[in-house]
């Protein structure tokens, strides 16, 4: 009978974690159908006692003059460009750090783990003056080209797949009369494709949600990204639109939660399986 109420507990111990988790995101989606004004009257209640459909339409018509369309054309050419750039990279060096014997190699390694340790708050002054002085400041380039140079935490992950791969295929590789840079395109990638998957998802999602490094960079309203466009909804100093303000955070959510979902297995896979299938 005890045994019997042990799965009963933990059952209703995640389901409570479960709806305090999701309450958050469902309070959002009720409110973006609320009046701005009866957004914090009824705060309470999930159900609209009017729902405003409005809310979407005048959301979207963005503002400045400058739509949603072309906030999210902008989120998606930095974070596609910046995420393939990341995952590339990481995967080049995750690579050389594995299968590549050269001097100070365990030193450069440890070197790149200690970046994991720096806040971006650290390096964000330094590197906003080296970006101005290429004149790089309201242009996308702050934010796509450093991914370019590899991601400490990809690289680290991706090592891990590559050294549970047999040393021999690489030895059979270049009996075939491959190259280390043959080998790692026809015999490494395709085994760490798991990995690379979940980088993929991890940094669609941080780059999606980025929005201190868009706000250092960024001073034009029409390259602004989803997550800057939105901060635009709330104003201090006047009336904020909250109805429209909750509509389009719920919309940047489509692309992140369809991320997830297609991807969704790659993320257990990516982690648990090694690199080899048999």
Known sequence: MRLRRIPVISHAILLALTVSMLYPVAWMVASSFKE????????????????????????????????????FKNTFLVVGISTIGSVLSSAVIAFGFSRIRFRGRNLWFVCMMLTMLLPYEIVMVPQYILFNQFGWINTYLPLIIPTFFGTPFFVFLMMQFIRSIPYDLDEAAEIDGCNKFTTFVRIILPLILPAMMTCVIF???????????????????????????IKMFSDPDNVTDWGALFAMSTLSLIPVCAAFFAFQRYIVE?????????
């Not at 009257?41 to 949603?68: C, E, H, M, R």
């Open 270 to 278: 990516g982690i648990h399986t090694s690199g080899l299938k048999g």
């Open 203 to 229: 940094s669609f999602y941080w780059r999606w949600d980025d929005f201190l490094a868009p706000l250092l960079y960024l001073n034009k309203v029409s390259l602004y990204t989803v997550s800057l466009a």
């Open 36 to 71: 701005s004004s009866s957004v914090f009257v009824d705060a309470a209640s999930l159900i609209p006692n009017q729902w405003n459909f409005d809310n979407y339409i005048n959301g979207w018509k963005g503002v400045a003059g400058v739509t949603f369309t072309t906030f």
